[in-house]
């Protein structure tokens, strides 16, 4: 498998900076859309809204319509909605993270995969975050000391 070369590690550094930023993101995200999904397609059946005539920060209630959708009963802004478009949009963003990652540390595709599966499995972006963060600070780590040995034995021989 080919590895990365040591003139890429300054940015594999901060594509993985960013990577770790998107991916706490993502998972609060996430969240925020499950706790919205629960609350909407449970028995409770509210969506959560700011301002209007509820006040500030408010539960309305969704109804079936005609044709057996969910509608809203809420005015304001409708935080539900916002959270759902919020984070597929920053879905992307943690994607293209992923990718940068993935490709700059040559990873096989599979690893691309379980990346982009952080976005779409509650809790796993924070697991993610935390084991390539990990792996890729001790690969850069290990191949900059490897490097360092030769340079440094090179160094102290003497010409004849």
């Known amino acids: 498998m080919p590895q990365p ?13 960013f990577y770790q930023i998107c991916s706490i993101i993502t998972g ?5 859309l499950v706790t919205e999904m629960i609350l909407k397609y449970t028995p409770l059946a509210v969506e959560v809204f700011a301002g209007g005539s509820g006040g500030a920060l408010w539960l309305a209630p969704v109804i079936a319509g005609p044709e057996g959708e969910l509608v809203s009963t809420g005015d304001g802004v409708n935080l539900s909605l916002a959270i759902l478009i919020i984070h597929g949009w920053f879905y992307v963003v943690y994607l293209f993270a992923c ?5 700059l540390m040559r990873w096989p595709f599979w690893r691309f995969l379980l990346l982009a599966a952080g976005g779409v499995v509650p809790f796993l972006s ?9 792996d890729v600070k001790h690969y850069l780590a290990v191949r900059e000391a490897a490097e360092a040995v030769p340079a440094s034995a090179a160094a102290t021989e003497s010409p004849r």
């Open 99 to 103: 990718f940068r990652v993935w490709s």
């Open 28 to 32: 609060v995200g996430l969240l925020l």
């Open 5 to 17: 070369k040591l003139a890429t590690f300054p940015a594999i550094r901060g594509a993985l900076r």
């Open 126 to 134: 924070f697991v993610m975050e935390w084991f390539v963060a990990r």
